[in-house]
């Protein structure tokens, strides 16, 4: 019985490393996709799912889409880089709707800006207009913004994303932007909202009418403080924290609505690390030093926990009570280590998941 066991969890950790490179396989299939010519002004290269255009040039505005690709995908890219200054209205990528299929059940708007020698993004819910009006009901809706240029910061309305209807959006900018979050999306319906790069202010006195479920911030900072993570109107906060050096502040955030803690830090975690987050239900530690016994006191609530460092142990598992799911490097264990391990997945106490 162990012994069959333990061929599930080398059975994990292989799973793991297909399904990377499962999507490495992927990323190669799509970038070598034939070119095409969907987009007047760019360079487009087009798969039966996904049409990826680029520019460094002038384009006209709305977009003009090529009658013979109208209607064929569920993914749309678009990368522009042009050395000028670009104007962006509510009208601008309004004619993107014409490539999505009818009949699609998953789909995508990615868009970069890049290079702009100025990047004036200046109507309110500027991105609203991009899907189709009559996608099924059941049809998922995700979109990535990324404006990536460090030395020109760009323009945009207060209420940029005001009234947006996605399941996911992922946005990343190196500058903050003008509006505070409750400016910017204000009537929102978003399940899923990553933010990294530059911060988003937060004025908890400003009436908010969106509905956010779930919010990941990501960012580099040295301490978990609402400086660095400010508190948003989201049912659901994620923080996703690097090379975090400062545990324990005199001033903790009240993160009521924080469910799961993703921390990477260069030095050791001391004693008491998380006990400013008692509500966690996830939490994922990597270090390049090790975890004090004792780091991981007062999360009675934890449920799901993932931990990569130097020599793992069982110790932490130990430490808290209620934990369903355990990730960790297996083969770094001791055999002792790896017999318990074993013997908690045999009896169902728990479900373990190979790290790399």
């Known amino acids: 019985m162990l012994r069959t066991v333990l061929l599930s969890l ?64 569920q993914s749309v890219e ?42 004036h993004l200046s109507s309110p819910g500027i991105f609203n207009r991009v899907f189709p009006d009559n996608i099924p009901q059941h049809a998922r809706k995700q979109m990535a913004l990324e404006i990536y240029n460090p030395e020109v910061a760009p323009s945009d309305n207060k209420h940029l994303f005001q009234n947006l209807n996605v399941d996911a959006l992922e946005l990343y900018a ?41 919010i990941e911030l990501a960012r580099q900072a040295s301490a978990l403080s609402v400086q660095n993570f400010p508190v948003y109107p989201a049912h659901e906060l994620i923080i996703n924290a690097f090379y975090i050096t400062e545990f324990n502040t005199e001033h903790p955030p009240n993160y009521s609505n924080l469910g799961e803690l993703r921390v990477f830090s260069p030095g050791r975690i001391p004693a008491n690390a998380f006990q400013q987050f008692p509500n966690i239900h996830t939490l994922s530690i990597s270090t390049d030093a090790d975890i004090d016994p004792n780091a991981l006191h007062g999360l009675n609530n934890l449920e799901k926990l993932s931990i990569k460092e130097p020599r793992p142990s069982l110790a932490l598992l130990n430490s808290v009570p209620n934990i369903k799911e355990f990730e960790t490097n297996i083969e770094k264990l001791d055999d002792d280590a790896q017999c318990q391990l074993v013997g908690k997945l045999a009896n169902g106490q728990i479900a373990v998941q190979g790290k790399s």
């Open 10 to 73: 080398i059975l994990l950790v292989s799973l793991s490393s297909s399904s990377s490179i499962l999507r490495k396989s992927l990323k190669r299939r799509q970038s070598d996709a034939p070119p095409c010519n969907a987009i007047e002004g760019f360079e487009c290269k087009c798969s039966y799912f996904r049409v990826s255009c680029t520019t460094t040039r002038e384009y006209p505005s709305p977009l003009k889409i090529n009658e013979n690709e109208k209607h064929k995908y």
């Open 78 to 119: 678009l990368v522009i880089g042009t050395a000028q200054d670009i104007h962006v209205n509510d009208r601008t990528f309004e004619s993107v709707k014409e490539l999505y299929k009818n009949d699609g059940d998953n789909y995508e708007f990615r868009i970069k800006f890049e290079k702009f020698t100025g990047l």
């Open 174 to 214: 190196l500058y903050p932007f003008h509006g505070t979050f409750q400016q910017l999306f204000d009537g929102a319906n978003i399940k899923y909202l990553r933010l990294s790069g530059g911060e988003i202010r937060s004025d908890l006195s400003q009436s908010f009418t969106g509905t956010i479920s779930r």
